[in-house]
């Protein structure tokens, strides 16, 4: 069946670094797909997205890769702030499917 | 300021009595939805509705109830709610520009524990 699965709970990273959350999916029809950081006590916030059509999107400070060919996806935060310490979960949706997937989600730690 | 409100916060009821949720949202949207949120199972969608007076059922919509009056408001209902939806509540909400992105706007959460 569908899944969207992260490959680590918890990732924890010194402030400055760069941080790389993973996220596999195993339907090879999604051609969506969308990464959400969830702050202690509120709800998901919008990061970025990507279709199927393209490899990589950058944003601020982060940059999303796609891999079709294994199937992952990942986020990639540069110079990792302790504003960035939260839950990120990724996310997939394909054609005639109604909603999102969302994966269990990665916590991300930021040590000073 | 563009949001989307859920109340209450916290709740804390007993198995059996019938509860609502509410949600509201100031962004025009003709898209919302209902979410659940557990520990291991990420979000899982309860309901949505694409428009006024259309909704249509999720992953997992048993024990639940939805209405669309208004374009604003998509309360959730628990009519006899049981131990297993003791959970974190999301609504959330977007733009059907025909469906072009999935980017979600989302309440600040309701947690429900069912006693």
């Known amino acids: 069946g569908e899944s969207v699965g992260l490959h680590l709970p918890t990732l924890s990273v010194q402030e400055g670094d760069n941080s790389i959350i993973n996220c596999a999916y195993s339907?090879?029809?999604?051609?969506?797909f969308i990464w959400y950081k969830q702050e202690s006590g509120k709800g998901p916030q919008f990061i970025i997205d990507i279709r199927s059509n393209m490899d990589k999107r950058q944003g601020q400070r982060v940059t999303v890769l796609l891999n079709k060919t294994v199937k992952h996806l990942s986020l990639q935060i540069a110079a990792t702030q302790p504003g960035d310490s939260a839950v990120y979960f990724c996310a997939e949706i394909g054609t005639g499917r109604r909603a999102l997937t969302f994966g269990s989600g990665t916590r991300l730690q930021v040590q000073p | 300021e563009a949001q989307v409100t859920q109340n209450p916060r916290y709740l804390i009821t007993v198995t059996g009595k019938k509860l609502t949720v509410t949600c509201s949202q100031n962004m025009n949207h003709e898209y919302m939805s209902w979410y659940r949120q557990d520990p291991g199972l990420g979000l899982r969608q309860i309901y949505y509705?694409?428009?006024?007076?259309?909704?249509d059922k999720g992953d997992v919509p048993e024990g639940y109830k939805v209405s669309r009056k208004e374009k604003r408001n998509f309360p959730l209902i628990l009519e006899s709610p049981s131990p297993n939806q003791t959970s974190l509540y999301f609504c959330a909400s977007r733009p059907d520009r025909g469906a072009v992105s999935e980017k979600l706007f989302f309440g600040s959460g309701t947690q429900l524990s069912v006693l």
């Open positions: 509705s694409m428009n006024v007076e259309v909704t």
């Open positions: 339907n090879s029809a999604s051609d969506y």
